[in-house]
């Protein structure tokens, strides 16, 4: 039986330690020479049942029968106003209020775990009291953790979240094929009759080095273990768990995986040249719109305006629609295919099926090898765009806009510089410039009449 002290009980509770003192209602134990000491257990039936009439700190808002201004003349420490927004600080943490960039109100709460900032939007939160609420039953689920009083999880095996969350992915990702596949043939083998409490930092570790030994390359056990991130994500946001164990483990640098592989202008003359002729058009739409695969392949003529010379991209992988123009070479292209496949909804038509074109990947490779191109993607077509306009002096917001990313820091993993225009930038520093002579004071001989030295200059 672990008994805590008045200051221990004070600090889980969020308030004084003097209101400790005056709740009666708290049971205490009194030890001869030793003073007040609190049975931890009661404590921890305190702060799930709400049996003080004297309401601390952290019991949920809902439990409580006190309106909003009553509780703020206990327990409010101050308001604070900014450009930013409006604050509300408690002894616990603060709620605060503000606008996001289309103006629509948010609610945020922001509180401290052993020197840790937690900070959270309060999604679909109406008002303060909701925001209060959450941030009452956060900060109190924090210390439960912290002083060994966790709330008991629920007995789930990893495979059965596995398995809601493929049903999650399914209604709300675009990769939800990729996670089926990753989650199939790799994290249920190797978690799925664990509890979700077993799986540990180590264990995690451990997947990831059976992987590597296996000969997989560091960027896809990221993406595997970013998945495997979300999947006990989600299980804390459906109450199914309280903590993420991949937090803990440290994805592996990228940095050097980046692959800048720019199509040549004569590269891409021997590649259309030698494609087939149902891929030409696609390669061609890659190169000069900066598009990506699927929003290619699934292309339909609603989306082509010829007259105005513009695309409209909605399966977008940011999920945004955007706008990108249609130049004179790709426009002549469009009309051809106008002429071929007008009458069918899709740009790029398999004749065989009516439907859209779903795979060029042997296409595309045998193109490649009769051109002599080697290490090249199709993604590379789309770095290839974003180079060479950057060559012409296109700015680096356009080509954001143009590709469809939120971050500028995004868009320069395209813009590859090559070796031309490197040489060009440091060749101008030794651009011959007309000689400067400056006047070199000296220090000379000594002018005994005054004392002095004497500073002459040369040049």
């Not at 509770?13 to 030793?34: A, E, M, Q, T």
């Not at 003080?52 to 029968?65: C, E, T």
């Not at 695309?311 to 130049?327: C, D, L, Q, T």
Request: charged fraction near 30%.
């Amino acid at each position: 039986m672990k008994l805590l002290t008045v200051q221990e009980v004070a600090n889980v509770l969020h308030c004084h330690k003097n209101s400790v003192y005056r709740n009666k209602d708290i049971p205490r134990i009194r030890i001869p020479g030793v003073g007040i000491r609190f049975r931890e257990s009661d404590i921890e039936d305190l702060i799930n049942n709400g049996s003080s009439k004297n309401p601390s700190l952290l019991d949920s808002f809902s439990k409580v029968d006190l309106a909003l201004d009553q509780y703020d003349k206990l327990f409010l420490k101050g308001v604070r106003m900014s450009q930013k927004g409006k604050t509300w600080t408690y002894p616990f943490g603060s709620v605060y209020l503000r606008q996001n960039k289309t103006g629509k109100e948010r609610w945020y709460i922001y509180y401290r775990v052993e020197g840790e900032r937690i900070r959270k939007v309060i999604k679909n939160a109406q008002s303060r009291a909701d925001a209060l609420k959450v941030l009452q039953i956060e900060v109190a689920d924090a210390f439960r953790g912290k002083h060994g009083m966790k709330k008991e999880e629920k007995r789930i095996k990893f495979s059965e979240l596995a398995d809601m969350y493929i049903e999650y992915s399914k209604l709300n990702k675009k990769s939800w094929r990729e996670d089926c596949y990753r989650i199939e043939a790799h994290l249920k083998p190797f978690f799925g009759k664990l509890q979700l409490k077993e799986t540990t930092p180590l264990l995690i570790e451990n997947y990831r080095a059976k992987r590597l030994k296996a000969g997989i390359a560091k960027s896809t056990t990221n993406r595997e273990l970013a998945l495997l991130k979300s999947i006990y994500s989600k299980a804390i946001d459906w109450n199914l768990y309280v903590e993420n164990p991949v937090r803990k483990v440290k994805l592996f640098s990228e940095g050097d995986n980046l692959k800048e592989r720019i199509l040549s202008p004569e590269e891409e003359r021997r590649l259309l040249d030698e494609s087939a002729v149902h891929l030409k058009p696609i390669l061609s739409t890659a190169i000069h719109s900066g598009m990506r695969r699927n929003e290619i392949l699934t292309l339909t003529w609603n989306q082509v305006n010829l007259s105005k010379k513009i695309i409209r991209v909605e399966k977008a992988k940011s999920g945004k629609i955007r706008y990108v123009p249609i130049n004179d070479f790709l426009l002549e292209e469009f009309i051809e295919l106008k002429k071929k496949n007008g009458k069918s909804a899709y740009v790029f038509l398999n004749p065989n099926t009516n439907k859209p074109i779903g795979d060029i990947k042997t296409a595309f490779n045998a193109a490649k090898r009769r051109a002599g191109i080697k290490g090249l993607r199709f993604h590379d077509l789309r770095h290839t765009f974003a180079t060479r306009l950057i060559e012409y002096g296109v700015d680096l917001i356009t080509v954001k806009e143009l590709l469809g990313h939120h971050s500028v820091v995004i868009t320069q993993r395209y813009t590859h510089s090559n070796l031309n225009q490197k040489m060009n930038a440091v060749q101008k520093l030794s651009q011959k410039k007309e000689k400067v002579q400056y006047s070199i004071p000296i220090l000379s001989k000594r002018d005994n009449s005054q004392g002095l030295n004497v500073l002459f200059t040369a040049n």
